[in-house]
């Protein structure tokens, strides 16, 4: 990126809109944003500037929901995701990311259809911690291997049937912890780079209002209107991994 007007006129777009839909969502704000991004950044810069602003985004949906978080049910999810992320890099190291990416999205792609297409899903009662933990793991290692920090627990949440306000204060803060992992690793590589420093500091304003927008939007919403954005988006998701 060579810091033209239309450059960074899009960088800031894309952080905008990746925030707000992530505001409004819950999650998907690497989505959003690598579409645009790839094109102007490296995928190493890519992946560092989503892991920190997906903290900060992240990060102030919580603060905001902050009274709302049960810690007792969060804490094997979390528990799981830290023994998945190490495992996710582990395994990049040995199977091809190409082929693991496409096998997640066809997995997204059918489900998203399928609850699309058949909306009375019964909701999953069974389980309890010990699933969650599972899931949770499972959520680790596909953000370790793809940076999708919450897709399996968005997925998981659904089918628990949980109404959208318990869901988001579920998968958001498992998100933040996975971001928080893999910062860590990210910082060890040495990939923090001054160039990265100043897209991070340009695109923080764009940041922090699409978030605001973003929640400002997800207090309208209607349960059956949350369940179709995060089943569309999942479904989005699935076909880039695939393509």
């Not at 999205?105 to 909306?119: D, E, I, K």
């Not at 340009?202 to 349960?223: N, S, V």
Request: proline share 4%; glycine share 12%; charged share 10%.
């Amino acid at each position: 990126m060579d810091g033209t007007t239309l450059e960074l006129t899009l960088f800031f777009l894309a952080t905008f809109a990746g925030a707000l839909v992530a505001g409004l969502s819950g999650f998907a704000f690497g989505l959003v944003v690598s579409a645009i991004w790839l094109y102007l950044l490296t995928p190493l810069q890519t992946a560092t500037l989503i892991i920190a602003f997906g903290l900060f985004v992240q990060g102030y949906s919580v603060w905001k929901l902050r009274a709302a978080l049960d810690w007792r049910g969060l804490w094997p999810f979390v528990a799981g995701a830290a023994l998945g992320v190490p495992v996710g890099v582990g395994i990049l190291t040995w199977a091809n990311p190409a082929h693991v990416r496409m096998g997640v999205g066809a997995f997204l792609v059918l489900y998203s259809l399928y609850a699309l297409l058949r909306p009375a899903i019964p909701a999953v009662k069974a389980g309890g911690a010990a699933a969650d933990a599972a899931i949770g793991f499972l959520n680790g290692v596909l953000g370790g291997i793809t940076g999708l920090a919450g897709i399996l627990v968005t997925i998981w949440c659904g089918l628990r049937g949980w109404p959208k306000d318990v869901q988001r204060t579920v998968f958001q803060p498992v998100a933040v912890a996975i971001f928080a992992m893999s910062a860590l690793w990210i910082g060890v590589r040495g990939a923090v780079t001054p160039e990265v420093i100043k897209l991070f500091l340009i695109g923080l304003p764009a940041l922090f209002a699409g978030t605001w927008l973003g929640l400002k939007l997800f207090g309208r919403l209607d349960e059956a209107t949350f369940r179709k954005i995060v089943l569309v988006l999942l479904l989005v998701s699935g076909a880039l991994l695939v393509v």
